[in-house]
């Protein structure tokens, strides 16, 4: 099934909401983080529910922002929720792909994409691509909770059709350097907030003990990457 097919049907029957839910935990922390100013042109890359750029635009003076997806369903959604949360706000969202995207040479200040990245048919095409459409000092947020070092979701796989690519950290630096943008840092970013039971309540339906659980959400965190455009 290609991406569009799997995520139109996402959007079709809600999940996208629920995938908003499930990624605020960690990615308004990376959001906190992009050094966003008045003016700036802001691309979310696999915007889904476009909850990022609405979260930017309640919190920074950003002058638009711009929410891509592969899934037309995805992103008609996104752009009713943006216009029922703010009808006054410059968001634009349109329908593309992360291998050609779809705007001038040094045209943006910032890129950010949460858990969408692994999508990538070719990956090191879209970080070219990144690194094309960024001014330069322009910054691109990478967030996945797919990653090699997190064993917990190496099995991910098996429960969608698209094909996904899993990268360690090592992979994700080199991959930016090679596509020619500079890597500024890059740590894990812990999410706090999901529950987890005393041990004594383990094993549950999806954990068999709480050490893993922690591991996952404490200390495995979002995977984080920051490119900086020379």
Partial sequence: MSVRDEFDAWAA????????????????????????????RVLDLGTGSGYALRALADSTGMDRGYGLDGAP??????REYARA?????????????FG?????????????TMEAFYYSGDPHETLREVARVLKSGGTFYCAVNYYEENVHSHDWQEHIS????RWGADEYRAAFREAGLHVAEQDNVADTEVDIPPAAEFPTDSWDTREAMVERYRELGTLLTVGVAP
């Fill in 100 to 112: 050609s995207l779809p705007f001038a040479d040094d045209s943006l200040d910032h890129a950010f």
């Fill in 73 to 78: 369903e995805m992103a008609r959604n996104a």
């Fill in 162 to 165: 698209v094909d996904m690519t």
């Fill in 13 to 40: 029957d809600g999940r996208d909401k629920g995938m908003e839910e499930r990624h605020w935990n960690t990615a308004k922390h990376v959001l906190a983080r992009l050094p966003v100013e008045e003016g700036d």
């Fill in 85 to 97: 949360a703010d009808p006054d706000a410059d968001l634009g969202f349109v329908v593309g792909d």
